[in-house]
């Protein structure tokens, strides 16, 4: 396993009972703290930023926390 392919695996896996699979990822962890960085020098809300690429407020908390939602299939 490469160094890169090691950083992709998701860092922890939760499942509920017939809900979505959420995963964190510290890829997505970095890419979140990059979005929050860009977000807050821009001088915008994250409800601002949800509205400009037309997704939900809650959308954008995950990008930031670094969470991703899949169906738990």
């Known amino acids: 396993m490469t160094k890169l392919d090691q950083h992709a695996a998701p860092a922890m896996t939760e499942l509920s009972e017939g809900g979505p699979c959420i995963k964190t990822n510290p890829v997505e962890s970095v890419v979140g ?14 409800g601002d930023l949800a509205s400009r690429v037309f997704v939900s407020r809650q959308t954008v908390i995950n990008w930031e926390k670094g969470v991703s939602q899949t169906k738990g299939y």
């Open 33 to 46: 703290a990059r979005i929050r960085s860009l977000r807050e020098a821009a001088g915008m809300t994250q």
